[in-house]
């Protein structure tokens, strides 16, 4: 396959419309599994997603132009699925199981379009909105974050000229393959790519695929990013992320409902799906309190990822809890994807080496470390934490608590709410870079 010239191709945006997001596949492969789901169970929930920056400091509405950013969004809203996609969705194994997606369901992925979007500006930032039915809203959440941080890398190298890009992708490139150099040096290693939400660009994330394809060969079991799976003969990897939860527990009707909304989930869940997507995400309210409080059944699943706990101190967490109901943390898997950087990833590694099965999700410090590599000092190429979170479910204001209270969202006095009874166990507040 014919390499492209990154620098040459950044250098060269001579059309009037240079779209980000080319097909709704660019999406992260949980995304896609949760709408079936809530496709099937929950087409009349609706669902508010909007936009937060969690770096401050960062003033978006002042490094992207508003009226760039209405183009792309737009752009987006024109896209559907292609035939070769359906084809592919419906004919491929995904987790060891065929045709995982039902004939009903791809039928009406078939006409899906993106809904509208309400954007303005307040201080400095962007505020940006999905609001409609949640099988609708919950599609924009990647191509949203992937449009804004690529639009912001775009901003930052708009001044460079073609030889000033050429020493600034040459130095990221170097950086990157010295990190797989590291990681391939380390037996067993099972590393995926998680890197879509905050990438530098689209083909910035492609080019890091394709490296650790060649660089690490079989520790490097695929990618979050559906699209680029099935360009590059790929495992497409994902199960389930914190809205559902989230959803959940806003339309819970009691403080018991609201207790059980986590396990609510993971029922459902594992009505529609089985085998290796049972993996438990525990961190939306707080590990300490769902590991309090769940049922047996959910130490049957096959692992768990610890997403917002250190990982270290959050895997021992869940070893200790699978043995305290039986079970042999060396027949479970910890998935671990929280801000992962390469030494990270060593350290974790050679922690739980011997004692649990492990795979590393590696997501914004694989696909936008760039940090250093500017031949002209500027910080606007470094990443930033955006995320795009369920702000509301029919009308009722959703929250999520993290392991790390920097990362909380949500109305103050529902998360004091939530906090009431989930409680503060556990919770240890870290710096959020990505």
Excluded at 367 to 383: H, I, M, Q, R, V
Aim: charged letters at 30%; glycine letters at 6%.
């Amino acid at each position: 396959m014919a390499k492209t010239d990154i620098a040459r191709r950044v250098y060269n945006h001579t059309w009037k419309l240079d779209p980000i997001v080319r097909s709704l596949l660019d999406t992260d492969f949980y995304k896609l599994l949760m709408l079936q789901m809530i496709w099937g169970m929950y087409p009349k929930v609706d669902a508010t997603f909007s936009l937060i920056n969690r770096t401050t400091s960062v003033r978006l509405a002042d490094e992207i132009d508003e009226g760039e950013l209405r183009e792309q969004l737009d752009h987006a809203r024109t896209l559907r699925f292609s035939k070769k996609e359906m084809i592919w969705l419906g004919g491929n194994t995904f987790y060891g199981r065929k045709q995982i997606f039902e004939p009903e369901f791809l039928a009406w992925l078939e006409d899906f379009r993106l809904p509208d979007y309400e954007l303005s500006r307040r201080d400095g930032q962007f505020e940006l909105s999905f609001a409609g039915p949640w099988m609708y809203t919950t599609l924009w959440e990647i191509p949203a974050l992937a449009i804004i941080n690529e639009l912001r890398s775009r901003a930052a190298m708009r001044s460079f000229g073609p030889f000033t890009l050429d020493v600034l992708y040459a130095r990221a490139k170097a950086k990157m393959w010295d990190k797989t150099e590291r990681l391939k040096a380390l037996p067993g290693i099972r590393i995926s790519d998680f890197g879509t939400r905050r990438r530098h660009s689209f083909l910035w994330q492609r080019w890091c695929v394709e490296a650790l394809k060649e660089g690490i060969g079989e520790a490097f079991t695929g990618t979050s990013n559906v699209l680029l799976a099935m360009d590059n003969d790929l495992e497409a990897l994902g199960t389930n992320a914190h809205e559902l939860p989230m959803v959940f527990a806003a339309l819970a009707n009691s403080e018991e409902e609201l207790r059980q909304s986590p396990y609510k989930v993971l029922q459902d869940w594992q009505r529609y799906y089985g085998g290796n997507l049972l993996i438990v995400l525990p961190d939306t309210f707080g590990t300490a309190a769902f590991l309090r409080d769940a049922p047996d059944w959910i130490a049957d699943w096959t692992g768990f990822r610890p997403d917002s706990a250190p990982p270290i101190e959050g895997g021992e967490k869940i070893l200790a809890w699978w043995r305290e109901k039986g079970k042999d943390p060396k027949q479970k898997l910890l998935i671990f994807s929280d801000g992962l950087e390469v030494e990270t990833i060593e350290e974790t590694y050679r922690h739980f080496k011997g004692k649990v099965r492990m795979s590393f999700g590696w997501g914004t410090n694989l696909t936008n470390d760039f940090e250093g590599c500017a031949p002209t000092e500027t910080k606007s190429l470094d990443a930033i934490s955006l995320v795009c979170k369920v702000s509301e479910a029919n009308g009722r204001p959703a929250v999520k608590l993290s392991d790390n209270p920097a990362k909380a969202t949500g109305d103050e006095k529902e998360i004091k709410r939530y906090l009431r009874i989930f409680g503060e166990k556990g919770r240890v507040e870290q710096l959020v870079k990505v």
